[in-house]
């Protein structure tokens, strides 16, 4: 920040503190900026709700009844330099050091035109998941870029377009290979050399599933004599976390014989030297991205990966990205396959997981582009000769190496254990972090930034003599296919050439420095950038996340001060944040709820009450947690029907494992019931669950766990300012209360302090570290007032759109005061009479600048609005007076003066091409086409491509670069 920026912030703080406007708390500093609209603004808009003043609308509008008896007691806020100078503090209490320990985590150099470009531009961070692909053809190429090095690199034929982490992505193939298995084998053998967070977490997954993990060394691997019996799988790493490369050809062969199928945990960078798994047997590849440019962050966020053949594509978890075709026959980009998208499918859905990487999987596939496979062999080259030449130098000195056969990670035994311990010891006074395992083994991982001047003064501290780089051969597992063959791979080696290529991308997409994006339940607020600042600074991205953690004690203070914020805000006795993404939150909640029930010997208690009302990937998540789901209905006015949740809870009886409900609902209304739906399920023994994806309409007005709930989770990507990065990263950390703290989730490498509790959820101990600075500067900033004031305006702010478009959309549902919470669903299924859909409506936003709200979820037919507090009147009025035009161009196809066929609605979008074409043979002009509002002639977004063909898609499916150039989109 500039000293001129500094000086205005430092004026403002002057002034902050909360002040009075007649009966109005009004927050300043920060908070004024956060929340859009002004006072005058705020005066009309109460008066077209027809409030007398914010705290009457706030009274009339959320029920008494869940109202939370006392303010929120947080610090007083933080101006945007004071949070900057904690969190800078904070940053410099952590030690960052040379962390050469592998585990699949590598210190990596972001390309700073990625860094400034991507990483850092809001016009890639504040984008939202590309359910509209129209309007998402940046992203979504990024991402195909992104499939198509996985799939070369790996040598399969589908990769999806990431998933959370490596842990997890191997928890996904897991059950994967099971549901593709015959019969009921329910064994998965893993390997001893596979990364111990990842055995871990293979652990927390099978566990309620009734999946049996058998633990093998990789020499009993490969005996002939393996037994196989009742065994669906296997997992190998390649190399190894020891970093020993082992051939698995011979085990995927065994394994194919009996019916079973191989999963093999990989590292992309070593790809590029060794034989693809591919080639090699393997059905499913997982692995992790992270060290293709996205910082270490002690953990995360990173993009994790899986990839399989073509013909298990159908039963893959996550999103794929394919190549259609629009309107008019051109090329274009969708998410393949959407309907497999969990929130639709519900309890028969693959997976749980909603969320991705996006973010990061973009940064990855963008250092591809960067270095090019040329690029990314030559880095190998240099690591794997470094690592040789530093085994040759261990093995001078006496050490023993567990092989020849290595990448950039050497795995070598001491001559005695002293003699390790004293190499540790020798090599943290020099500035290394090295790994120790067992008795006297010691692991060094190399990286990025490692060079021979670097090797010989760790060789040095350790009495060895680094002697050079030295030759590697891999011998039958070298690596002679070609990877990365697409031009977009080898067209941008110059900074000019990659700053266009990154632009160009951008300009395709609509994100929040666009307009506002009006999706309900998704929450998109402002991402500010004193909250984003920090996120990339070394203090916080350069920690490997299994250091000792007396080297991050700034991330600690950092923790307490969330856990203890986050638990005042939901009045929760304990909070874990280690759940990276909602998905997370909501199967951590369950299993906490498991473990409970375990604990008190109630295992049979495994029946899950979920209303039609619940977020969508609540029933996927209760399944994984091994629990089976029951539906309670909502009645008319969206509300859990109290009398089918009696007769359901009497149904269960004492196999009650609990409820599963989202508050306000997703219908958006807050439930009067709420205390005596919690009261019911605990009466009959069952725990409560409370979904936090809502938590915008409740911060500081009320407190889920005074509500009645056990355990809830928080998207801190919606209502605590994590951007959404085009569907990714994420966090949803947890709060408990305190009978359910035993069981919140641990680490087997790190000790989280949270106690031995479960197994992890994710693979780093605290999730994704590297974004939680944004949720603290956010809370820091707004304190208690500002958070209020927040959530009012939104709530204000939903309700002013809803009376602003009631007569020209019904709203679904409200409460009995006739207004809705933080969001509103209007109802457009009565126009599909005239042969108009909700779809041909928000195709249409696409022209008017806007993404359109969340369509036909969770209504088919409908389209549900959140505004979010910090959108001002301004914008809130273009948005309404875009959706009243289009209303108008409905009325014109009621009138009979247009055919529907024929309306502007269903071509829309149009793009500049068909716009400024030599023809036009349209029943409408060219300026009704792009330009209906006088807006649009300031500022005017194209959609860069018509409307995609999503049939056309799913018939071919198209998941590479590889095939952009042969794809024919004039076949059916």
Same mark, same amino acid.
């Given at each position: 920040?500039?000293?001129?920026?500094?000086?205005?912030?430092?004026?403002?703080?002057?002034?902050?503190?909360?002040?009075?406007?007649?009966?109005?708390?009004?927050?300043?500093?920060?908070?004024?900026?956060?929340?859009?609209?002004?006072?005058?603004?705020?005066?009309?808009?109460?008066?077209?709700?027809?409030?007398?003043?914010?705290?009457?609308?706030?009274?009339?509008?959320? @029920?008494?009844? *869940?109202?939370?008896?006392?303010?929120?007691?947080?610090?007083?806020?933080?101006?945007?330099?004071?949070?900057?100078?904690?969190?800078?503090?904070?940053?410099?209490?952590?030690?960052?050091?040379?962390?050469?320990?592998?585990?699949?985590?590598?210190?990596?150099?972001?390309?700073?035109?990625?860094?400034?470009?991507?990483?850092?531009?809001?016009?890639?961070?504040?984008?939202?998941?590309?359910? &509209?692909?129209?309007?998402?053809?940046?992203?979504?190429?990024?991402?195909?870029?992104?499939?198509?090095?996985?799939?070369?690199?790996?040598?399969?034929?589908?990769?999806?377009?990431?998933?959370?982490?490596?842990?997890?992505?191997?928890?996904?193939?897991?059950?994967?290979?099971?549901?593709?298995?015959?019969?009921?084998?329910?064994?998965?053998?893993?390997?001893?050399?596979?990364? @111990?967070?990842?055995?871990?977490?293979? &652990?927390?997954?099978?566990?309620?599933?009734? $999946?049996?993990?058998?633990?093998?060394?990789?020499?009993?691997?490969?005996?002939?004599? =393996?037994?196989?019996?009742?065994?669906?799988?296997?997992?190998?790493?390649?190399?190894?976390?020891?970093?020993?490369?082992?051939?698995?050809?011979?085990?995927?062969?065994?394994?194919?014989?009996?019916?079973?199928?191989?999963?093999?945990?990989?590292? =992309?960078?070593?790809?590029?030297?060794?034989?693809?798994?591919?080639?090699?047997?393997?059905?499913?590849?997982?692995?992790?991205?992270?060290?293709?440019?996205?910082? =270490?962050?002690?953990?995360?966020?990173?993009?994790?990966?899986?990839?399989?053949?073509?013909?298990?594509?159908?039963?893959?978890?996550?999103?794929?990205?394919? $190549?259609?075709?629009?309107?008019?026959?051109?090329?274009?980009?969708?998410?393949?396959?959407?309907?497999?998208?969990?929130?639709?499918?519900?309890?028969?859905?693959?997976?749980?997981?909603?969320?991705? %990487?996006?973010?990061?999987?973009?940064?990855?596939?963008?250092?591809?582009?960067?270095?090019?496979?040329?690029?990314?062999?030559?880095?190998?080259?240099? =690591?794997?000769?470094?690592?040789?030449?530093?085994?040759?130098?261990?093995?001078?000195?006496?050490?023993?190496?567990?092989?020849?056969?290595?990448?950039?990670?050497?795995?070598?035994?001491?001559?005695?254990?002293?003699?390790?311990?004293?190499?540790?010891?020798?090599?943290?006074?020099?500035?290394?972090?090295?790994?120790?395992?067992?008795?006297?083994?010691?692991?060094?991982?190399?990286?990025?930034?490692?060079?021979?001047?670097?090797?010989?003064?760790?060789?040095?501290?350790?009495?060895?003599?680094?002697?050079?780089?030295?030759?590697?051969?891999?011998?039958?597992?070298?690596?002679?296919?070609?990877?990365?063959?697409?031009?977009?791979?080898?067209?941008?080696?110059?900074?000019?050439?990659?700053?266009?290529?990154?632009?160009?991308?951008?300009?395709?997409?609509?994100?929040?420095?666009?307009?506002?994006?009006?999706?309900?339940?998704?929450?998109?607020?402002?991402?500010?950038?004193?909250?984003?600042?920090?996120?990339?600074?070394?203090?916080?991205?350069?920690?490997?996340?299994? *250091?000792?953690?007396?080297?991050?004690?700034?991330?600690?203070?950092?923790?307490?001060?969330?856990?203890?914020?986050?638990?005042?805000?939901?009045?929760?006795?304990?909070?874990?944040?280690? @759940?990276?993404?909602?998905?997370?939150?909501?199967?951590?909640?369950?299993?906490?709820?498991?473990?409970?029930?375990?604990?008190?010997?109630?295992?049979?208690?495994?029946?899950?009450?979920?209303?039609?009302?619940?977020?969508?990937?609540?029933?996927?998540? !209760?399944?994984?947690?091994?629990?089976?789901?029951?539906?309670?209905?909502?009645?008319?006015?969206?509300?859990?029907?109290?009398?089918?949740?009696?007769?359901?809870?009497?149904?269960?009886?004492?196999?009650?494992?609990?409820?599963?409900?989202?508050? @306000?609902?997703?219908?958006?209304?807050?439930?009067?019931?709420?205390?005596?739906?919690?009261?019911?399920?605990?009466?009959?023994?069952?725990?409560?669950?409370?979904?936090?994806?809502?938590?915008?309409?409740?911060?500081?007005?009320?407190?889920?766990?005074?509500?009645? !709930?056990?355990?809830?989770?928080?998207?801190?990507?919606?209502?605590?300012?994590?951007?959404?990065?085009?569907?990714?990263?994420?966090?949803?950390?947890?709060?408990?209360?305190?009978?359910?703290?035993?069981?919140?989730?641990?680490?087997?490498?790190?000790?989280?302090?949270?106690?031995?509790?479960?197994?992890?959820?994710?693979?780093?101990?605290?999730?994704?570290?590297?974004?939680?600075?944004?949720?603290?500067?956010? *809370?820091?900033?707004?304190?208690?007032?500002?958070?209020?004031?927040?959530?009012?305006?939104?709530?204000?702010?939903?309700?002013?759109?809803?009376?602003?478009?009631?007569?020209?959309?019904?709203?679904?549902?409200?409460?009995?005061?006739?207004?809705?919470?933080?969001?509103?669903?209007?109802?457009?299924?009565?126009?599909?009479?005239?042969?108009?859909?909700?779809?041909?409506?928000?195709?249409?936003?696409?022209?008017?600048?806007?993404?359109?709200?969340?369509?036909?979820?969770?209504?088919?037919?409908?389209?549900?609005?959140?505004?979010?507090?910090?959108?001002?009147?301004?914008?809130?009025?273009?948005?309404?007076?875009?959706?009243?035009?289009?209303?108008?161009?409905?009325?014109?196809?009621?009138?009979?003066?247009?055919?529907? !066929?024929?309306?502007?609605?269903?071509?829309?979008?149009?793009?500049?091409?068909?716009?400024?074409?030599?023809?036009?043979?349209?029943?409408?002009?060219?300026?009704?086409?792009?330009?209906?509002?006088?807006?649009?002639?300031? %500022?005017?977004?194209?959609?860069?491509?018509?409307?995609?063909?999503?049939?056309?898609?799913?018939?071919?499916?198209?998941?590479?670069?590889?095939?952009?150039?042969?794809?024919?989109?004039?076949?059916?």
């Amino acid at each position: 920040m500039d000293s001129t920026a500094q000086d205005h912030v430092a004026q403002d703080h002057a002034a902050d503190g909360p002040t009075r406007t007649g009966a109005a708390l009004v927050p300043a500093g920060f908070a004024t900026r956060h929340v859009g609209p002004r006072e005058a603004e705020l005066a009309a808009m109460l008066a077209a709700v027809r409030a007398p003043s914010l705290q009457a609308f706030i009274e009339d509008t959320v @029920p008494a009844v *869940i109202r939370a008896e006392r303010p929120l007691r947080l610090p007083a806020a933080l101006s945007e330099v004071e949070a900057l100078e904690r969190l800078a503090a904070y940053a410099g209490e952590n030690t960052v050091r040379r962390s050469l320990l592998g585990y699949g985590y590598h210190h990596t150099i972001t390309p700073p035109v990625i860094l400034r470009n991507v990483l850092e531009n809001p016009g890639w961070y504040t984008a939202y998941t590309p359910y &509209q692909a129209e309007i998402s053809q940046g992203r979504l190429e990024a991402l195909l870029l992104f499939q198509t090095m996985v799939q070369d690199l790996t040598g399969m034929d589908i990769s999806n377009a990431s998933l959370l982490d490596e842990a997890t992505a191997a928890a996904e193939a897991m059950t994967m290979v099971q549901r593709l298995g015959k019969g009921d084998a329910s064994r998965l053998l893993v390997s001893r050399s596979v990364h @111990p967070q990842t055995r871990a977490l293979l &652990q927390t997954r099978a566990a309620p599933l009734d $999946i049996e993990l058998v633990d093998v060394d990789d020499a009993d691997l490969d005996a002939e004599g =393996l037994n196989l019996d009742g065994v669906f799988g296997a997992l190998v790493q390649y190399p190894g976390t020891d970093g020993v490369v082992r051939d698995p050809s011979a085990l995927a062969a065994r394994l194919h014989a009996v019916g079973g199928m191989l999963i093999v945990a990989t590292d =992309l960078l070593a790809l590029t030297l060794l034989k693809p798994p591919g080639e090699l047997g393997a059905d499913i590849v997982v692995g992790n991205s992270q060290r293709f440019g996205v910082p =270490l962050g002690y953990g995360g966020p990173h993009a994790g990966f899986l990839a399989t053949r073509d013909a298990h594509k159908r039963q893959m978890p996550g999103r794929i990205i394919g $190549i259609s075709r629009d309107r008019r026959g051109q090329r274009a980009l969708r998410m393949a396959l959407q309907t497999r998208e969990q929130h639709i499918r519900r309890q028969k859905a693959t997976s749980n997981i909603c969320t991705a %990487q996006v973010l990061l999987s973009v940064t990855a596939a963008m250092y591809g582009v960067w270095h090019g496979p040329e690029g990314l062999r030559s880095l190998a080259t240099r =690591l794997a000769g470094l690592a040789a030449g530093l085994r040759l130098a261990a093995e001078a000195a006496g050490w023993v190496s567990a092989s020849i056969l290595h990448f950039d990670t050497v795995s070598l035994r001491a001559p005695s254990a002293t003699a390790r311990d004293a190499a540790l010891a020798a090599a943290e006074s020099a500035g290394f972090n090295l790994r120790s395992e067992g008795e006297g083994q010691l692991i060094i991982a190399l990286d990025e930034a490692s060079d021979a001047a670097e090797l010989g003064r760790l060789c040095a501290a350790l009495g060895w003599s680094f002697g050079g780089a030295a030759v590697v051969d891999h011998g039958a597992l070298a690596r002679s296919s070609a990877f990365m063959t697409h031009r977009a791979f080898h067209e941008h080696r110059s900074e000019t050439q990659m700053l266009r290529f990154l632009a160009k991308l951008q300009r395709k997409d609509i994100a929040l420095d666009t307009s506002m994006i009006p999706l309900g339940s998704c929450t998109m607020k402002l991402n500010a950038t004193t909250e984003m600042i920090p996120v990339t600074w070394r203090g916080f991205g350069a920690l490997h996340p299994f *250091i000792p953690t007396s080297q991050a004690k700034g991330y600690r203070r950092l923790f307490d001060d969330l856990e203890a914020w986050l638990a005042e805000i939901t009045g929760f006795d304990a909070v874990s944040l280690q @759940p990276n993404a909602g998905s997370q939150g909501e199967y951590a909640g369950l299993l906490c709820i498991r473990g409970y029930h375990l604990h008190r010997g109630a295992a049979h208690r495994r029946l899950c009450l979920i209303p039609t009302s619940a977020h969508g990937t609540n029933p996927a998540s !209760a399944v994984m947690a091994g629990m089976e789901v029951i539906p309670v209905a909502c009645d008319d006015q969206g509300n859990v029907d109290l009398a089918d949740l009696r007769k359901q809870i009497d149904r269960c009886g004492d196999k009650l494992a609990g409820l599963m409900v989202t508050y @306000p609902s997703t219908h958006g209304v807050f439930e009067e019931s709420i205390r005596e739906i919690c009261a019911l399920v605990h009466a009959a023994g069952g725990q409560v669950y409370m979904d936090g994806a809502n938590m915008n309409a409740l911060v500081g007005l009320a407190r889920p766990a005074e509500l009645g !709930a056990d355990v809830l989770h928080l998207n801190l990507h919606k209502t605590f300012c994590i951007p959404h990065g085009g569907g990714g990263p994420g966090m949803g950390p947890i709060g408990v209360r305190a009978h359910l703290a035993p069981f919140l989730p641990g680490h087997n490498v790190v000790d989280t302090g949270q106690g031995p509790g479960m197994t992890p959820v994710s693979a780093a101990p605290w999730g994704s570290p590297s974004i939680l600075p944004i949720s603290w500067a956010y *809370i820091a900033m707004m304190s208690g007032e500002g958070l209020t004031r927040a959530t009012e305006i939104a709530i204000l702010n939903a309700n002013y759109v809803a009376e602003r478009l009631r007569g020209h959309y019904p709203v679904l549902y409200t409460g009995k005061t006739g207004r809705v919470a933080h969001e509103c669903i209007l109802d457009l299924r009565h126009f599909k009479k005239i042969g108009i859909e909700a779809e041909d409506v928000a195709k249409r936003l696409m022209d008017y600048g806007f993404h359109a709200p969340t369509l036909s979820w969770p209504v088919a037919g409908t389209l549900m609005v959140e505004p979010t507090e910090s959108e001002d009147k301004a914008e809130l009025d273009r948005f309404c007076d875009a959706m009243i035009a289009i209303r108008g161009e409905i009325a014109a196809v009621e009138d009979g003066q247009i055919a529907a !066929a024929a309306s502007p609605l269903k071509f829309a979008p149009h793009t500049a091409d068909e716009v400024a074409g030599d023809t036009w043979d349209r029943a409408y002009s060219r300026s009704q086409a792009a330009w209906p509002l006088p807006y649009l002639r300031e %500022q005017k977004y194209w959609p860069p491509v018509s409307r995609v063909d999503n049939t056309w898609g799913d018939r071919n499916v198209f998941c590479s670069c590889n095939a952009w150039d042969d794809v024919d989109t004039s076949r059916g």
